[in-house]
């Protein structure tokens, strides 16, 4: 069933995103972590937020995404939003993602306007997400840290929110069998945790869409 987003013009997405965003999370996008923590990880969830930022192109919304370094210690060189650990002085967590895309790769707070949250989601590392929706108006320019950062690039949100691009994939840890969600795009691996926020995403923009 498509989403109603791509049957909008350009003035109403946005407005449609707010909307959907506003409902209380669906029931489908609940609980969706894998439950597996690495060894040492145990215990207490760090807060945690990231941007999602969906970008207003002349062809369509695209999603920005992060390579993240390889000398990083927690998930090294995969594929990300930007994002990270909420400060104690961070008003909320969309100040938190709004400043971690502002260290990371530049991106103005002006471009960006928050939508709203999608449900949260706990990584393999500790640490309990909350995944803060942003419309991103270009231009803008793109900063990367060098030092967490190894590429920036963008991804059309049609093809992220297609289900028959949306697999499971799993790997042992051990003896012990870990299932995730990817979503391979070209030369491009997402999956684990960002790949699961864009499901969660897809499950949020589809709720109720059958009775709209």
Same mark, same amino acid.
């Given at each position: %069933?498509?989403?109603?987003?791509?049957? /909008?013009?350009?003035?109403?997405?946005?407005?449609?995103?707010?909307?959907?965003?506003?409902?209380?999370?669906?029931?489908?996008?609940?609980?969706?972590?894998?439950?597996?923590? /690495?060894?040492?990880?145990?215990?207490?969830?760090?807060?945690?937020?990231?941007? $999602?930022? /969906?970008?207003?192109?002349?062809?369509?919304?695209?999603?920005?995404?992060?390579?993240?370094?390889?000398?990083?210690?927690?998930?090294?060189?995969?594929?990300?939003?930007?994002?990270?650990?909420?400060?104690?002085?961070?008003?909320?967590?969309?100040?938190?993602?709004?400043?971690?895309?502002?260290?990371?790769?530049?991106?103005?707070?002006?471009? $960006?306007?928050?939508?709203?949250?999608?449900?949260?989601?706990?990584?393999?590392?500790?640490?309990?997400?909350?995944?803060?929706?942003?419309?991103?108006?270009?231009?803008?320019?793109?900063?990367?840290?060098?030092?967490?950062?190894?590429?920036?690039?963008?991804?059309? /949100?049609?093809?992220?929110?297609?289900?028959?691009?949306?697999?499971?994939?799993?790997?042992?840890?051990?003896?012990?069998?870990?299932?995730?969600?990817?979503?391979?795009?070209?030369?491009?691996?997402?999956?684990?945790?960002?790949?699961? %926020?864009? $499901?969660?995403?897809?499950?949020?923009?589809?709720?109720?869409?059958?009775?709209?």
């Amino acid at each position: %069933m498509s989403i109603p987003l791509f049957r /909008l013009p350009r003035t109403a997405q946005r407005q449609w995103l707010e909307a959907q965003l506003r409902r209380p999370a669906p029931h489908a996008t609940l609980g969706m972590s894998d439950g597996f923590r /690495l060894p040492g990880r145990e215990g207490r969830t760090t807060p945690a937020a990231v941007l $999602v930022p /969906l970008v207003n192109r002349d062809e369509g919304l695209t999603v920005l995404l992060t390579q993240r370094s390889s000398d990083l210690p927690d998930h090294p060189g995969q594929i990300s939003f930007p994002g990270g650990r909420i400060e104690p002085d961070d008003p909320s967590a969309g100040a938190a993602a709004l400043r971690e895309a502002r260290e990371e790769i530049g991106m103005p707070d002006s471009r $960006v306007t928050l939508l709203g949250e999608l449900a949260s989601y706990e990584t393999v590392t500790g640490y309990r997400v909350r995944p803060i929706v942003g419309w991103v108006e270009p231009p803008f320019p793109v900063v990367a840290d060098p030092v967490e950062v190894a590429d920036v690039f963008e991804v059309p /949100l049609a093809f992220l929110l297609d289900p028959a691009n949306q697999q499971r994939h799993f790997r042992m840890q051990g003896l012990v069998r870990r299932d995730y969600w990817a979503i391979p795009f070209g030369e491009r691996y997402i999956w684990g945790a960002t790949a699961a %926020m864009l $499901v969660i995403l897809d499950r949020t923009l589809r709720a109720d869409v059958a009775g709209s």
